[in-house]
């Protein structure tokens, strides 16, 4: 198997990984910004979690990368990009410019009521949550009804 280093193609942007090892059935997916070969290992890096992972080539079976430009500012006339990456187990497509960008739009984040992950999380939002698992969706709260904005500190 022969595995090049992905920053000779000289990409922006992300690349969206899947390696299927020998022994597994489930691929590892990474969304990294640069894959190569180190020896005997093969090493992807993910700026986002501050990490490389080193894998020994012998345990892979098959390596896919799929790339991603970088979006470009929004202009007035530019037609929107979009691209996919894997989001709660899921691949999901998304508009470039927007990526990752849920949280800082969604209002349950400054919430009282919001406690992701624990029993006594605002019952709306786990709903939603719940949702947004089983069918692959994300979907900030823009509007609430029920908002108390939490304390600051
Ligand atoms: S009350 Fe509304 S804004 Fe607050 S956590 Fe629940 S859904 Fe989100």
């Given at each position: 198997m022969s595995i090049m280093d992905s920053s000779e193609h000289g990409q922006v942007g992300t690349i969206t990984v899947w390696i299927e090892l020998k022994e597994t059935s489930q691929p590892l997916t990474f969304e990294a910004a640069n894959t190569y070969q180190k020896g005997d290992l093969f090493c992807v890096y993910v700026p986002r979690e501050n990490r490389v992972y080193k894998i020994p080539l012998a345990n892979i079976w098959r390596v896919t990368e799929e790339y991603h430009a970088r979006a470009e500012p929004e202009r007035p006339g530019t037609p929107q990009q979009f691209e996919q990456y894997v989001h709660h187990n899921e691949r999901v497509w998304v508009r470039s410019d927007l990526k990752g960008q849920h949280r800082e739009h969604c209002l349950c984040y400054s919430c009282h009521g919001f406690h992701p992950g624990t029993a006594r999380n605002c019952t709306l939002a786990q709903e939603l949550y719940e949702f947004d698992v089983k069918h692959g969706v994300t979907t900030p709260?823009?509007?609430?009804?029920?908002f108390v904005a939490a304390e600051k500190g």
């Open positions: 709260v823009w509007e609430c009804p029920l």
